[in-house]
Nanobody, 124 residues
Framework: QMQLVESGGGLVQAGGSLRLSCAAS????????MGWFRQAPEKERQFIGT????????DYADSVKGRFTISRDNPKNMVYLQMNSLKPEDTAVYYC?????????????????WGQGTQVTVSS
């Protein structure tokens, strides 16, 4: 069992920034790829980005590329999502996830453990 707890969400104006954090416990954090997803009301869960076990490689959805950055601190069992130039369409509940898969890492099915989510609201 792995526990993931997100924090850092809130209300921000368009153009602003937020940094989400995800604290992991229960399993060897560095053994898992980490991902960030989001889900807006009445929409499917959407892939945002992922970071490799070592933190050496990342991949992002086109919709956030150049604005969002994922990083991790393995000794602290933390993963972060830095969000800049936020837009109203970024409004959603944001989830971090941990997975052991090496393929299809932009899909929710590749992740085994999920946090409870944190709300991000971007006002225009």
């Amino acid at each position: 069992q792995m526990q993931l707890v997100e924090s850092g969400g809130g209300l921000v104006q368009a153009g602003g920034s937020l940094r989400l954090s995800c604290a992991a416990s229960g399993r060897t954090f560095s053994s898992y790829r980490m991902g960030w997803f989001r889900q807006a009301p009445e929409k499917e869960r959407q892939f945002i980005g992922t970071i490799s076990r070592s933190g050496g490689s990342t991949d992002y959805a086109d919709s956030v590329k150049g604005r969002f950055t994922i990083s991790r601190d393995n000794p602290k069992n933390m993963v972060y999502l830095q969000m800049n130039s936020l837009k109203p369409e970024d409004t959603a509940v944001y989830y971090c996830a941990a997975g052991s898969s090496y393929t299809m890492v932009n899909r929710a099915s590749a992740y085994d453990w999920w946090g409870q989510g944190t709300q991000v609201t971007v006002s225009s």
